[in-house]
């Protein structure tokens, strides 16, 4: 399986999950908060439909995606905003939307080549990034429900991609704070879910490290949580730097997650 292949087998599996615990739910337990402070479970989903319908027109139309862009700025309260509008939407309807929305821009996906550039609301990316992204979001959010119900999903091995995608957007992390990117380098190296030979990223000879499960590191890059909730070892200023701002999603870093610890 190619690599694009291989992604969209992944967000189609992710994408499962979520629908697992969505399939389930009455019509009340739309309206659970989650950890997203003032979000409801319906919110989480009504953010994904949206951004999916916009991944779509972005994959077909770059254009026409661009001259959406024109006076649009992803800002602390954009995001938001755009979530509550359908907050007057039956349940159903709002599911059925994020289904028919995920199952188009599948479909998209499947007509790109690897390398391709898409238009995005922060930089342009491949398409390999672009749907590595919206496996990262339906994860990140589908854990955001989760928490709501209750329930605690196991870790999979597609971790492997939001943990990518956390590392390629290091310097992200810096620039949306208007920071600068430390020069040194940082070593990354993870436990996947279920044990078995570490993941890793950056130099092997890197003084700073971030080493630890990878669940917790993503966790961390899609600021689900807060570095203290996490058992992440961090090494180095530079790493200590990254981890307090790391973001793998575009768009504002907002609030974060307080943390746990006592």
Known sequence: MDLMGELLADLRAETDSLEALLTPLSPGQWELPTPAEGWAVRDQIAHLAWFDDAARTAATDPAAFRASLEGFTIEAGTVDELAFRSRGMPAAELHAWFRHARARSLEAFAALGARDRIPWYGPDMSAASFVTARL?????????????????????????????????????GFAVRGLPLPAEPVRVELTPPGGGEPWTAGPQDAPDVVRGPMLDFCLLVTRRAHLADTALEITGPAARAWAEVAQAFAGPP?????????
């Open 136 to 172: 990262m979001e339906t994860w990140a959010h589908g854990e955001d429900v989760a928490a709501a119900l209750g329930v605690t999903r196991e870790p999979s091995a597609r971790l492997r991609h939001v943990a990518m995608l956390g590392v390629r957007a290091r310097p992200y």
């Open 254 to 262: 907002g609030e974060g997650r307080a943390p746990r610890s006592g």
